[in-house]
Structure formats: C-alpha cells, structure tokens
Nanobody
Framework: QVQLVESGGGLAQTGGSLRLSCAASGRTFSSYAMGWFRQAPGKERELVAGISWSGSGTYYKDSVKGRFTISRDNAKNTVYLQMDSLQPEDTAIYYC??????????????????WGQGTQVTVSS
C-alpha cells in the first residue's frame, strides 16, 4: 500500500514558478514509476510528466517541455515537479500518481495504482 500526499500548489503569476512535492508512505516507493497528471475545468485529466523508478527515464507533455522538471528522491520517498515560466493554461488540479511498472515513464490513468488527493495550481494573467 502506498499513500501519496501532494503539497506546494497555490497561486502564481504568469512567468512565475511553483514547486510541487509528493510524499509517499510505504517501503516500496522506490520501485514505482511516478507521474504528475493535471485536470483543468471542463477537460480530461492528462499526464504532464513521468519518471521511472531510478530516475533515469523521464517523460514530458510537449506543452511543458523546457518549463517543467520532474525529479525524485528515493531516500526521502518524494517526487517533485518544478514548474517554471508558468502560463494561465497551466491552471489545473495536479495529481501525483504511482505505477507499479517502475520502468515506465508514461502511464495511463487506468493503470495507475495509487493517486494523491490533488493540489490546485492557479496561474493569473
């Protein structure tokens, strides 16, 4: 069993930065691939970034490449999403996700094993 708790969301101005953290409980965190999804009002949830169990592989949605960075610290059971050059279209609820297929960098919603509760990110223009 893995429990995920996100933090770090909030309000930012266009061009600003936020850093999301996702703290995981459980001794098996380091074996999971981790991802950040987001869901904007009226839109489907989408994968923004993913990272393999070792951190050696990463994935980014095209619209966030060069602006967002996913990383993990297995010693601290934590995955991060550094978000720079934020745009109003980044406004959404951001969810941390864990996939037991640790080698993956991409993941489908229906294959996610554990979800966090979500954290709101709002970018003002």
């Amino acid at each position: 069993q893995v429990q995920l708790v996100e933090s770090g969301g909030g309000l930012a101005q266009t061009g600003g930065s936020l850093r999301l953290s996702c703290a995981a409980s459980g001794r098996t965190f380091s074996s999971y691939a981790m991802g950040w999804f987001r869901q904007a009002p009226g839109k489907e949830r989408e994968l923004v970034a993913g990272i393999s169990w070792s951190g050696s592989g990463t994935y980014y949605k095209d619209s966030v490449k060069g602006r967002f960075t996913i990383s993990r610290d297995n010693a601290k059971n934590t995955v991060y999403l550094q978000m720079d050059s934020l745009q109003p279209e980044d406004t959404a609820i951001y969810y941390c996700a864990a996939d037991s297929r640790g080698y993956r960098t991409t993941m489908r919603e229906d294959r996610v094993d554990y979800w966090g509760q979500g954290t709101q990110v709002t970018v003002s223009s």
